[in-house]
């Protein structure tokens, strides 16, 4: 593999493969942090056009957008690397669309509980990095009110903290927590597809609040196999119309 160093290139010679779409929350993330970010997090990957002055971008759409409209920066940090034919081009900037390997929950989780050692406030995190605080609060810390012995490691923050605020009674938000702990794999899990139908049927369905402790328990479990219900009620409904 040749080594490649990096190359500042100015903005007006490097041309976009195409036009990418780039989110609004991915700029906004940058204008917010903009005084932390370091050269790697503008780096862009470019190929020269042979015999021209001109770079055609193959990585790094999101960085290049927002460079573009950042004021007082006329080049960008690059890496060019060799041209290849239109059709490599093309798969391998196809190819580097795939998420990263390395951005999962858990190394993000493993991040904010070494800064939490270190006395790091959340203020300052949210101020120096893309995360929100809404976001470490709903899908990396748990609330207060959930019970230790329902947190595992099994468990997912932004699940445990939409079933305690779901308005039922302690005992069904029990049986839920328990679920939710359940190892991934497990048919009884509560999953996030799971905790979605229980919240939407308890909005749609204020009654669900009249019914007792068992009896919210065993409306909500009729939602861990949603498959399986839909199906026995297109059999009944099928049942009914052969019998009529």
Known sequence: MQKQKIQWIPLNKINP???AHVSNAFLERMRKIDPSLQTYDFLLTVEKVPNKDIYLLVSGFDRYR??????????????????GTVEEMHLKVLSRFYPRG???????????VLLEVLRVSMQRIVKESCMT??????SYTYDLNIPDKYITENTVPKTLNEIERLEITTEAKYHLYY?????????DRLTGQVINIIKQFSKD????KLLTSAQQIKTFDQAFNP????LKKLKD????????
Do not use: H
């Not at 605080?133 to 709903?138: H, L």
């Not at 679920?179 to 048919?187: D, E, H, Q």
């Not at 369905?205 to 669900?208: E, I, K, L, T």
């Open 17 to 19: 493969l195409f036009e």
């Open 66 to 83: 927002y460079l573009q409209n950042r004021e007082g920066w006329n080049e960008a940090p690059c890496i060019v690397e060799k041209s």
């Open 102 to 112: 390395d951005n999962p929950k858990d190394n993000k989780k493993q991040l904010l």
């Open 133 to 138: 605080m809404s976001e470490i609060k709903n």
């Open 179 to 187: 679920k939710a702990g359940l190892k991934v794999g497990n048919s």
């Open 205 to 208: 369905d204020v009654r669900v």
């Open 227 to 230: 498959k399986k219900s839909i």
């Open 237 to 244: 409904t099928l049942d009914r119309f052969m019998w009529s």
